[in-house]
């Protein structure tokens, strides 16, 4: 069984290879599968008239519909999209439609996107407090400090409050595993797969 890189392969090269009017079309079919849903009918039509399998006409038109979908969660510039694209063998024409096709169903597709998406609460404001004790008869091993942090999150415009409780030594780990995920993220290797498309 293909994996879905491996048809979005497929798919995008059998597309560099048309002339733009086909491109047209694809950009066209695709707009309905968006707004209608899959159409057995058109892709039949389409196949006859292309010469092309139908199950490769459905093939392309969700590759261009997922890479729209994947461009929009990545927040892709047209550039990436371009650099994405240009392994396929598409020229700077091919290019520019599909990148126009792009920026008119961006509004669209964020739309959706937003609706669907799973709402996280967002953080507001911390506190912490130090604690330590000093000193107990039954206390027969070394002094460990406790952290208490205080989370005020929000979502939705409900509020919720979190008490974690940890040591220092955890807090030091959990304050560099931050930092080294902000750095991944900022990486060349994180952007590299972002313009992959992934």
Request: charged share 30%.
């Amino acid at each position: 069984m293909s994996s879905v890189k491996e048809v979005f392969k497929v798919s995008f090269q059998l597309l560099a290879q048309q002339t733009d009017n086909v491109i047209k079309d694809f950009l066209r079919l695709t707009k309905d599968f968006m707004d209608n849903g899959p159409n057995a009918i058109l892709y039949n039509k389409a196949a006859e008239k292309l010469q092309i399998d139908e199950d490769k006409i459905v093939s392309i038109v969700k590759s261009i519909c997922l890479m729209c979908v994947q461009s929009c969660k990545h927040k892709l510039t047209d550039i990436e999209m371009k650099e994405s694209l240009t392994e396929y063998g598409f020229n700077d024409t091919k290019l520019d439609m599909i990148i126009l096709f792009f920026e008119n169903q961006k509004p669209h597709l964020l739309d959706i996107l937003s609706s669907s998406a799973f709402v996280f609460p967002h953080f507001k404001e911390l506190e912490w407090r130090f604690e330590t004790d000093m000193g107990s008869r039954s206390l027969l091993h070394q002094t460990v400090p406790v952290v208490t942090l205080k989370l005020d999150l929000e979502k939705k415009n409900v509020f919720e409050t979190l008490y974690l409780q940890t040591d220092p030594l955890n807090l030091v780990h959990i304050k560099d595993t931050l930092e080294a995920a902000l750095k991944q993220n900022q990486s060349q290797w994180i952007r590299k797969i972002r313009r992959k498309l992934k």
